[in-house]
C-alpha cells in the first residue's frame, strides 16, 4: 500500500509540473497567436512542455551520482532552430525576433517547471515578467513611437470627395492625422495636405501605397520625422 500511495505521489507530481508548464506556454504563446506572429499558441506549449519533460527526465536519470543539467542543458542550444525558423527578413526590415527570444524564454521557463518544486514558482514569476514584457511594453513602445510625426501631400483630381476615404485608409494602419490643409486651385488637380503620427515609416508607406493606387490621386509626396 506505501508503495502504491508513494506512486501516486510521484505521478501528481509529474502531471502537476506539465500542467504548470502547459499553463505557462499557453498563455505566452495566446500573446504571440493574437497579433499572428509565426510561432503561436501550440509552439509555445509543445516547447515548454517538451523542456519540462527533458528536466524530469534528466534528473529522473541522473539521480545523486551524476549532474542532472548534462541533459536539460541541451535545450537552451537546440531551441534556436525553432527560433531561427521565426525570423523573416523582408529587405531591411526583420520580423520574428520577439517570437524567437519568446520561444527560448518558455524553454527556460518549461526547464524550471520540470526540475521541483522551488523552481516552480520560477517558472510562474518568469511567466508573469515574460507576459509583462510582451504587453506592457509593447505599449510604452508604441505610445513613444506614436510621437513621430509626418507630412503627406496628395495630388487629387476630386479632392472634396475623397478626403473622408483618404482619412479611413491612414486610419486603418493606425496613423493619426491631427492636421489637414486645402489648397484648391483655379482648375485641375489640387493639393492636400495631411499632417499628424504614425507609430512606424512601415505603416505609413503601407497605408501611401494603398492611396497612391486610387485613381484620383495623381501624386504622392512625404516626409517620416
Known amino acids: 500500500m506505501p508503495d502504491i500511495l508513494a506512486q501516486l505521489i510521484t505521478w501528481g507530481l509529474v502531471l502537476l509540473k506539465l500542467i504548470i508548464a502547459t499553463f505557462c506556454g499557453g498563455v505566452v504563446g495566446y500573446e504571440r497567436e493574437r497579433y499572428d506572429h509565426p510561432a503561436g499558441f501550440r509552439t509555445h506549449v509543445l516547447v515548454c512542455v517538451g523542456a519540462a519533460v527533458y528536466m524530469m527526465v534528466s534528473v529522473t536519470v541522473a539521480g545523486e551520482r551524476f549532474d542532472p543539467g548534462r541533459i536539460a542543458a541541451q535545450v537552451a542550444s537546440g531551441i534556436g532552430f525553432l527560433g531561427a525558423g521565426t525570423i523573416i527578413k523582408q529587405g531591411s526590415i526583420v520580423r520574428g525576433l520577439t517570437t524567437a527570444a519568446s520561444l527560448w524564454a518558455v ?6 517547471a520540470g526540475y521541483n ?24 513602445e508604441y ?5 513621430r510625426t509626418f507630412t503627406l501631400t496628395l495630388v487629387l483630381v476630386e479632392p472634396r470627395q475623397q478626403l473622408e476615404w ?3 485608409a491612414l486610419a486603418e494602419e493606425g496613423i493619426d492625422v491631427t492636421g489637414m490643409n486645402f489648397q484648391e486651385g483655379i482648375s485641375g488637380p489640387a493639393e492636400v495636405v495631411f499632417e499628424g503620427y504614425a507609430a512606424n515609416r512601415e505603416k505609413l508607406e503601407r497605408a501611401i501605397a494603398v492611396i497612391s493606387r486610387h485613381e484620383t490621386v495623381q501624386g504622392a509626396r512625404w516626409e517620416y520625422r
Do not use: D
Open 166 to 168: 483618404i482619412r479611413a
Open 107 to 112: 524553454a527556460g521557463i518549461g526547464l524550471a
Open 143 to 147: 505610445n513613444i513611437e506614436r510621437r
Open 117 to 140: 518544486f522551488a523552481t516552480l514558482a520560477i517558472a510562474l514569476l518568469g511567466t508573469l515578467v515574460v507576459l509583462g514584457t510582451l504587453y506592457a511594453l509593447k505599449w510604452i
